[in-house]
């Protein structure tokens, strides 16, 4: 076989756009993407049973400032202004799943008995839950 400059130009233009397509974009996280995360985070670690009180304790706090800074920005971001998106609307319809820490504030309660409460978790229902196997 033998190979001429025209089917090495188009192996050549074949071999960049195929790479071309392989390289990762970067992520674009939005104001409320990244407080959805935060916020995940946050509760993963408050019902983690494999971490000691004062590991949760230390892991809470941190979050929870990082959830004040980002609450804060999320109820700020003009860019957020007439966005009709589902993840935009479902962070607004829910204020006290989405602004956790605020909630909590306003309602003087601790961020897990205001999640527990949204989430319709009540003593009564725990005390009555049975343990069994699926």
Not at 5 to 30: D, E, Q, R, W, Y
Not at 54 to 73: C, F, G, I
Not at 86 to 95: G, H, L, S
Not at 101 to 128: P, R
Request: aromatic share 4%; glycine share 2%; net charge neutral.
């Amino acid at each position: 076989m033998i190979l001429n400059s025209k089917t090495l130009t188009n192996a050549f233009a074949a071999a960049v756009i195929a790479s071309s397509t392989l390289v990762a974009l970067p992520a674009f996280a939005g104001t409320v993407e990244n407080l959805e995360r935060e916020r995940a985070i946050l509760i993963d670690t408050m019902l983690n049973a494999n971490v000691t009180p004062a590991e949760r304790e230390a892991k809470v706090e941190t979050s929870r400032n990082r959830l004040v800074d980002l609450e804060r920005m999320v109820l700020r971001d003009d860019s957020l202004v007439g966005v009709n998106t589902p993840t935009v609307k479902r962070a607004f319809a829910n204020y006290d799943l989405t602004f956790l820490i605020h909630a909590a504030t306003e309602k003087e309660m601790s961020v897990i008995d205001n999640w527990l409460e949204q989430m319709g978790i009540t003593t009564q229902s725990l005390m009555s839950a049975k343990r069994a196997r699926q």
